[in-house]
Every structure is written in C-alpha cells, then in structure tokens.
C-alpha cells in the first residue's frame, strides 16, 4: 500500500463493505443519535436567534414576553408541520422533494438551490458562532486568530463526515449531552429564582409594555414585535434537517424520524424561550466582545462559591465552552443534509451525477468536500460575522419553509372531500402563514445588509442547475435516438420470467471475488480462442452499438463475449438492502438482453456483474480474474465523445472508459475504449460508417 493509501484510510478509515445486507443497520442513527447530529443545528441557533430578536427591541425588552410565546408558537408548529411531511415523504429528501412532487420540477429545483446555499450557511454561521463563543471568555487580544480557528474547526468536520454519518454523530455526544445539562442548571436558576417575585416582576413587565405602547403608539409596537420576531429567525432554522435526512434513519425510518422531531422541536422551543426570558429577568445588555449567553452566565453563576472555591467561572467557561463546542457541532447539518440534497438533485440531473456517488466508506465524499470549500469561502467572505450570516441564513431557510408547507397546505386543500383533512391543512396553512411573515420582513429590512447576496447565489444556483439539467436533457434525447438506430433483431427483445429470475446457487469466478456473480445462460466462450470483455452498463443501444463496432474492427477474429457491468450504489440505491438486490435484479436482466444480443450474432456469450461504490476500482478487480480465465481476453469499454471537449463535459460526464483502461494498462492487460460521437446541437450520435445493422425491427 503507498504512503497515500496508508495515510489515506488511517485518517479516513478502511473501506466499508456496501454488499454487507447489515451495512445500512449499522451507519443509520437511532432518535438520540439523529437528535444530536441533526438536532445540534436547531438547538444550536438559541445561541444566536434570541439574541438577534432581543437586541431589535432596544429599550422596549418587556416585548420580550411576547417574543418568547412567539417563539414557542412558531417552533411547534413548524415542527408539527414537517412531522406530516415525514409521513408523506418516508425516504426523505425534505424541501426538495415536497416541492418537486406537489409544486412542479422547477420549484423544486429553487428549493433545492435554496437548501444548498443554506446548508454552506449553517456550517458557516455555526463555526462563526461558536468562535465568538469560544472567544467571549478568552483574551481580546487573540481575536485576531478567529479565523484560522475558524478554518480548522471546519476542516477537523469534514474529515469526521468523511469517515461517515454515524462515527462523527457518535464523536460529539458528550459535548451535546454538556450543554444540555449546562444550559438547563442556567435556565433553572435564572428563571427559577424569580418565581417568588413573580408579581414584582409581572409588574415590571407590564410598565415596559405600556411604556411602549405610549411612545410608539399601538401601530408601532406592533412593527417593532414583527420586526424583532421576523430578524429572530435565525432561532428556527434547522427543523427541516430531520425531514432531509430521514434517509439516515434506523428503521421504522418514519417512526425514527418523528421522535427525532419531536426532541428537536420541544428542546429548541424551551432553550430559545427560556433565554429570551432571562434576558430580560436578568437585565442583560450587550457587551462588547461578548455573546449575551455569555454575559447571562456571568451574572447567573458567574459570583458562584463553594467552600471557598470560586466555582461559578469555571461553570461559566465549561458552559460557554459547550456551547462553543455545540455551535461547530451544529455544522453537522451542513455536511449531512447539504450533500444529500445535492445527490438527490444529482439523481434527478440537475446537478453533475458524480454528487450522488458514494465513497468506499459509504459516504458522499464528493458533497461533503465541495460544502467544506464553500463553507470556507463564506466564512472568509464574511470575516466570521454572525450579524451578516444569520440575515443571509434565515432568507433560503423560509424560502424553503414556505414552498415545503405551501405545498403540504395544497395537497391537504385539494383532498378536502378526505374526512379529517382539516387536521392536516391546519398546521401547514400556519406554518406558511408565519414564513411569508417572516421571509418578507427579512428580505425588506436586510436586503442591504447583505441579504441580495443570498438572492443572487440561489439565482446562479438555480441557473447552474437549469444548465446542467438541459445538458443531460440533449444527451439523453441523442442516445434514445441510438436506441432506435440499433434495433434488437426481431424476437430477441423479449425476455422469458424465467431468464430474468435469480439463478438459485448462482456461480462465483475464479478467485471468489465478493459480490461478482456469473450467469450461464448457453455456450461459454472458449478460453483457448480471443474472447472480448465489454464493460457496458444498463442494456441500451450505446452497448449494442459497442458490439457492432468490435466486430467490424475485428471481423472474424473473437470467438465469445464476456459482458461485464458494476452496479454503483450510490445515495439513491444505499437505502436499505431491498434497494441493493432490486438494483442488482435490474444490472443482471441488463445482462442477459446483451448476451441474447451477442448470441443472435453468433457469439458464444456469458456475463458477470460486480457490486460496488466506485465503478473503476471494481471493474479492476473483476477484470484481473476475468485475465485469468481467459488468458486472450481484449478489454473492451465506450465513451462518449462530444464536439466539444471542454471542462464543462468532463465536470458532467466522468472519465471512467479512460480511468479504466490506465488502470488495466498498469496490470499489463490490453483494453481499448471505443468513441461515439455526440453531437449535442443536433441531438445526434454519430457511429462508425457502416457499423449500424441492416436488419428491421
């Protein structure tokens, strides 16, 4: 193994075994393990929302009372609206899938652009959060490091996430199981130790509130609550998380995923709630250099002693260290949610297909780096400034909020004649009714500030995808076009149920190689004669095609065929073992069209399939035990070759004919990569003179 390999899969981890029918089980996340990975990002964003919301009334902080019961409110009812999007959408993708299903293709791509700015934002705001967390108890004069802090913090994430889901979730619970016991010991004194003065301070509240009322007026005190609820929003943000990564979920997924909800939404609901309220039950003002959680603790606890000791600092820098901890933490959404939101986007070709493959160690490495950069970027861009994240955050957050539940509000309104769909309607309507409120105010107050520049990005990222999607739209119509110039000879296109059935005691190659089965359906080639190894993929008139051209570049000369394919389990498939066999069934039927193709011709014929995440390496493999077998094999693979060879067809369409071939070459044995031309403006593919058959129908 070379240095690379070594230090590779020690910082990473060995390879997973995608064919392992227990894989899924053993990377999926119960509730509690769901509600730490997912839910730090919800319960996180009290460390900054309530702030945000209380630092807009100024003077007028008995609103705060108010502002914690709409707080409250708004948590629950969000919440209770994506727990029915859970049950409608079981296999997850969140905002994206809701509004693709009941809105149309294109709102579902804004949604999904949305979600995919707002995931780079969660890992930014809350590695910017935590470092002025962290900072508010160190010395001012390191301030000046915050950034690189910053940077490290992000990338320590992102080597977690690429070890997988399930070990980076299983690394952070002690820091989320402190914070909760630190915050809930603050909240209990804070808020406990006025119970006996509960009618002093009603009092007190209650001249703040007239107070208001007579210097603003009704009208303005009214706009000064919306205001302060509205540029809060921070403090909602993360709910969806759950209902985009039910894919993550142990079974009962759904089941799983509401628990999962529910402990996110009640918690959220009763921390962001509760600071809001010991804020103003605590006279807290801001400070420079300090988060107001920080400045609350200082005064909670910070005189604490016991026998002497001075234990209230040490309590109020564990707290805040927790809390620092949690906010970086919190990115784990970021890199969860973002890169699955990306493969569903990539499955549906809107974005390149590689962001939907996954990694030897079952994760989608391609996603989690690109989140890292664009992280970084952001965080860069923004010299780590909170007040300048969470007005660009909250906007793609209720953008995504109001389609989602907008949608859910149709769907329920249109079964209206369903008893019990005004249960249904009710929650989604609120839940919509309080994103508008809050996604208008922000985008009309903060637009300035730094919110056109979240509109612009999800603009070029709903532009980059609308691209990408017409690109893969012409490449597609090009090879349907192939599929009619390379017809099945007539009577062969049909399979029997019985060829397409599981073989029972299928028979494994040479070598055992796992997860390689190879059917025998008729003669074998001969191994004494040249045999071709084709790599072809779902049966189609690219591979048809292959043949033809083989044999009139070698008429005569190859005895039989051997058709290779390797199933790629990628985000879409890696949902349950079911997923695997069902793809593995359609690789094997795909298989048997191509050697009834090759027999009609007069070929000896047989095939062999492979399993795997990454196509080059188990192609590799297979093709190194396959040279054993048939000692004159010629590799054979296709590639599509496009007028213009440029980086914009290299970033959308992978090199793996090429990867393969330099690959083989490097174990000595012959492959060559046949080129069909594409001509995207035409929607054309143009072979070989004379390959086509003469043949009808």
Known sequence: MSIYASARRFVLGPPKDVRDPDAFHHLSLVALLAWVGLGADGLSSSAYGPEEAFRQLGDHRGLAVFLALAMVTTVLVISASYSRIIEAFPTGGG????????????????????????????????????????????PTEWAGTKLVVGAVGLGLLAVMNLRGVKESVTAIDPVFVLFLVTHAILLAVALGGHVTEAGAVAHDVKQSIDGSVATLGVVGTV????????LGGGTYTGIEAVSNGVATMREPRVETAKRTMTLMGSSLALTASGLMVAYLLMHVEPEDGKTMNAVLLDRVAGSWTIAGFAVGKGFVVVSMASEA??????????????????????????????????SDRLTMRNGVILMALAGLGALVYTEGSVAKLVVMYAINVFLTFLLSTTAMALRSYKGRNS??????FIPHAAASAMCAVILVITVIQKFTEGGWLTVVATALVVALCFRIHAHYGRVNAALRELDDKVPMPRGIAALREAEVAMVEGDQFLDGQVPGVVEHHGGRDPDPARPVAVMFVGGYS????????????????????????????????????????????????ESLLRYERFARARGFAATSALAIG????????????DLARRYPNALFV?????????????????????????????????????????????????????????????
């Open 95 to 138: 905002g994206y899938v809701v509004a693709s299903k009941l809105l149309g293709p294109r709102a579902g791509v804004v949604s999904g652009a949305a979600l995919l700015v707002d995931y780079v934002l969660t890992i930014t705001i809350s590695v910017a959060a935590g470092i002025d967390a962290l900072y508010s108890f160190l």
């Open 223 to 230: 706009q000064l609550l919306l205001r302060a609820y509205a």
């Open 325 to 358: 901890a949690l906010l970086f933490i919190a990115a784990q959404a970021g890199f969860i949610d973002g890169p699955r939101v990306m493969a569903n986007l990539a499955v549906d070709s809107w974005l390149p297909h590689r962001f939907a493959a996954l």
């Open 419 to 424: 008893t019990g769909w005004v249960n249904e």
């Open 541 to 588: 008139g690219l591979g048809r095609l292959a043949l033809l051209t083989l044999t009139r570049m070698f008429p005569g000369h190859f005895d039989g065929i051997v058709f290779v394919s390797v199933a790629v389990i990628d985000a879409e498939a890696f949902k349950g073992a079911d997923q695997i066999a069902a793809m593995t069934a359609r690789g094997r």
């Open 613 to 624: 995440t990454e196509v080059a390496a188990e192609a590799e493999t297979l093709a190194v």
């Open 637 to 697: 693979g296709g590639k599509l070759m496009f007028e213009t060879d440029d980086l914009w067809t290299r970033f959308l369409h992978n090199e793996t004919a090429f990867l393969v071939q330099t690959r083989l070459q490097r174990r000595g044995l012959p492959m060559i990569v046949l080129p069909v031309r594409v001509d995207l403006g035409a929607g054309r593919v143009h072979p070989l003179p004379g390959t086509l058959p003469t043949y009808q129908k």
